[in-house]
């Protein structure tokens, strides 16, 4: 049965809760929708009433423990039995030493260690949250940490007269991604399927690519920054499409292809003037809370393709895995 909450905070804590469950990895057939205790906050956390959810590419990896880095801390079975990191809510409890937060204050964050999102309540270090921006909605805040610290880092580089491609565009991170570093004055070129050529345009980029029919590897150096977030092209293609001196930045894809960006690409990058490593990105409200300014103020758009409920988690997670979100797709807890 459902559990109707109290919305007021602290009410629940001694009733079950609805949470979405996995105990394998496995395709979104193996998630279940199950009752739960509500979690206790330990020395430095804060439970969380959890209002919204978003999805990133980490969940679907997650969920099928592949790559092979998603199943650090579990190898055969999920270290975490509940998906979902970028968190927006109400601060329903403290645990000690909490001093920058009470019950019923609004907040938001990347809870990657944790995870436990796509649940009414969910856990969090205290670290990892920062208040809500007054004027975003907990659906638009929850898109912004995890994809926002991504695409900050990630266009730190760009400028006027920088030439730059971002290859998966069209997801949560491109979306930021193309805005900011158009605000900063540089040439985008966006990748992704045909479905998000017209969603990336509509950003600003100023070329789009559909990657199935076109490869932006092929032809002559072009690019000063590659911002690869699927990274699925040859190495040694990606470093041939770099202007001398540019740089290429690795976020997301299988780890054989991490490891031969990290050596065979880094050193033959080298030898030839350019650069090519992973992005190294750092967590916190401290790396996400410039973008949540610029949301909030309308400088940068969030845009959410589409809004699901917990019992459709699973069709959540299939969507983003497919490629078939413009942007990003957000679970409505509340």
């Not at 679907?60 to 790559?67: A, K, T």
């Not at 190495?235 to 997301?252: A, E, I, K, Q």
């Not at 990105?281 to 300014?293: I, N, S």
């Not at 979100?325 to 409505?332: E, M, P």
Request: proline share 7%; with cysteine; hydrophobic share 40%.
């Amino acid at each position: 049965p459902t559990c109707h909450l109290d919305p007021r905070p602290g009410s629940a804590r001694r009733v079950p809760v609805r949470a979405v469950v996995y105990a394998e990895y496995g395709a979104p057939d193996v998630l279940r929708v199950e009752d739960v205790p509500v979690p206790t906050p330990g020395p430095a956390q804060v439970l969380v009433r959890v209002a919204a959810t978003s999805l990133n590419l980490t969940d679907w990896e997650g969920l099928r423990g592949s790559p092979a880095y998603a199943r650090i801390g579990g190898l055969r079975s999920p270290a975490r039995p509940i998906l979902g990191s970028d968190i927006a809510g109400v601060v329903d409890a403290v645990g000690g030493d909490v001093d920058r937060f009470r019950p019923g204050d609004e907040v938001y964050g990347d809870n990657l260690g944790l995870k436990g999102g796509f649940a009414e309540f969910a856990i969090a270090p205290e670290t990892a949250l920062a208040p809500k921006p007054d004027g975003l909605t907990f659906a638009e805040a929850s898109t912004i940490p995890q994809a926002g610290a991504i695409a900050l880092q990630g266009t730190a580089a760009a400028g006027p007269g920088v030439r730059l491609l971002i290859n998966g565009g069209g997801g949560g991170t491109g979306m930021f991604a193309i805005q900011l570093a158009k605000r900063a004055g540089a040439h985008v070129t966006a990748v992704d399927n045909e479905g998000k050529l017209e969603f990336m345009r509509s950003l600003g980029a100023d070329e789009v690519i559909d990657y199935r029919v076109d490869d932006f590897t092929r032809g002559q150096p072009t690019y000063d920054i590659i911002l690869d977030l699927v990274a699925h092209r040859s190495v040694r293609r990606l470093r041939r499409s770099l202007n001398p001196g540019g740089r290429y930045l690795y976020v997301g894809g299988p780890l054989h292809r991490l490891l031969r960006v990290i050596t065979v690409g880094a050193i033959g990058a080298r030898l030839t003037g350019r650069r090519m490593g992973l992005l190294a990105v750092k967590q916190g409200p401290d790396h996400f809370g410039p973008l949540a300014e610029l949301c909030r103020s309308g400088d940068v758009a969030v845009r959410i393709d589409r809004s699901f409920t917990l019992d459709e988690v699973p069709e959540a997670i299939a969507a983003v895995g497919d490629g078939s979100i413009c942007g990003k797709a957000v679970v409505d807890v509340a």
